[in-house]
Each structure stands twice: as C-alpha cells, then as structure tokens.
C-alpha cells in the first residue's frame, strides 16, 4: 500500500515556542492531505484539509492561526503548533488521499506525538 | 455523513473469525462503509471499504446487508496482532473527509 511518513515521530518543547511537523507521501502524489489531532482514549478529530497550492480548510472550532498548514507540493504538507501550551499536547496525525477522486482510501501517517512543557 | 454505532469493545480468541459489527441505520445511496483500524499509538490503517455488494481482500471480507443500514467486517483468523481500535465509517462519493467516532476496541487473546 502508499506509504505515508511523519517526522519527528516525538517532540518536547518548552511553553510559548513553535512545532512544525512534516508529512509526506512516500510513493504517491497527494494533491490532498489532511491532519488530525487525538487526545489519549479520545478518537481522532479532523483538524484541517490541506490542499496543494491553496490554503486550509480547517474545520470548525480549530484555530488557523495557531496550527498553520503549508502544502507546498505534492508530496509534502506541514503543520506548525505556534506559541505552543501544555494544552497543544497530543498526538497529531496527518493522513494523505490517494489520486484525486474525492472518496478514494486515505493512508496513514505513524503520527506525531508533542509533548508541551 | 451518517453516524455508526458500534460497540464499545469486542474479545475474541486466537485463530477465530472476528466480527464486527457496525448499524448505519441513515445511510444514503451514494455512501460508502470504510474500515480503518489503528493498533495503539500509530495511525490508522486502511482496511476495506465497500458499497453495496460485499467485498473481500487480504486483510478482511465486509458483508452489508441488503437494505445497507448495517455491515460486518470479519477477520476469518484473529491473531494477536489484530488487537486494535477498530473504526466503520460512512462516507459519502462527494466528500473526502473521514469522521471518526469511537470505534470497537478488539482484544485478541490467546
């Protein structure tokens, strides 16, 4: 199947400091990648759909000014936790489609877990 | 997209068929049934995704019933490591996004 990685799988970071977590598509383009967010023993919640060329559409309640998307090229999109709180703790997880059919399976990424101090 | 009920957790042995069910009881024409699956601390994994007819891969077989309002997703042999969360979701053809809800943790013992 497509592979999807995440680097870094793990980061501690201080208070008030800034995160960028990459996510990428190994062996396939995805003009489509889309993050999500899950807190432990919590299912994952969608946080934003990113698209290459454009802007995010993030989804309700998500603050796109804190959790800024960049989907430069086909293959990679990066979420930043800006000025980050103990609260942005979790385990992020981006996912990537395959090919451009809007129901097509999604793949994957290990997921990224942040840790705020 | 219509909301699944499942059942909150499920045990079963090794080498048994596990079964998991899933109601859709709102589900539209044009929606699809996914299966994702994600095993403790990693993302989740694609597992099948079907329609109306029932489909079969490596992984599992999913069954949906005639009217569609509820599907089985079977793995013939349970192994350890099949123990995960386990997730039926309906999408329709003109979205993209996948809603998660809380899933079916399965608890493969030996």
């Known amino acids: 199947g497509a592979v999807v990685s995440q680097h870094p799988s793990r980061v501690i970071c201080k208070s008030g400091t800034s995160v960028k977590i990459e996510c990428r598509s190994l062996?396939?383009?995805?003009?489509?990648m889309f993050w999500y967010r899950q807190f432990p023993k919590q299912s994952l919640m969608l946080m934003a759909t990113s698209n290459e060329g454009s802007k995010a559409t993030y989804e309700q309640g998500v603050e796109k000014d804190k959790f800024l998307i960049n989907h430069a090229s086909l293959t990679l999109s990066t979420l930043t936790v800006t000025s980050a709180h103990p609260e942005d703790s979790s385990f992020y997880i981006c996912?990537?489609?395959?090919?451009?059919?809007?129901?097509?399976?999604?793949?994957f990424g290990p997921g990224t877990r942040l840790t705020v101090l | 997209d219509a909301k699944t009920t499942q059942p909150t957790s499920m045990d079963c042995a090794e080498g048994r068929a596990a079964n998991l069910p899933c109601n859709h009881s709102?589900?539209?024409?044009?929606?699809?049934v996914y299966w994702y699956r994600q095993i403790h601390s990693q993302g989740p994994q694609y597992i099948i995704h079907g329609l109306k007819n029932n489909e079969t891969n490596e992984m599992a077989s999913l069954i949906i019933t005639e009217d569609r309002k509820s599907s089985t997703l079977i793995l013939p042999h349970a192994t350890l490591r099949d123990t995960a969360v386990y997730y039926c979701?309906?999408?329709?053809?003109?979205?993209?996004?996948?809603?998660f809800g809380t899933g079916t943790r399965l608890q493969v013992f030996p």
């Open positions: 709102t589900i539209s024409g044009n929606e699809y």
């Open positions: 979701i309906v999408r329709g053809m003109g979205t993209d996004k996948l809603i």
């Open positions: 062996d396939f383009q995805a003009t489509t």
């Open positions: 996912s990537a489609r395959l090919g451009t059919v809007s129901y097509n399976e999604q793949f």
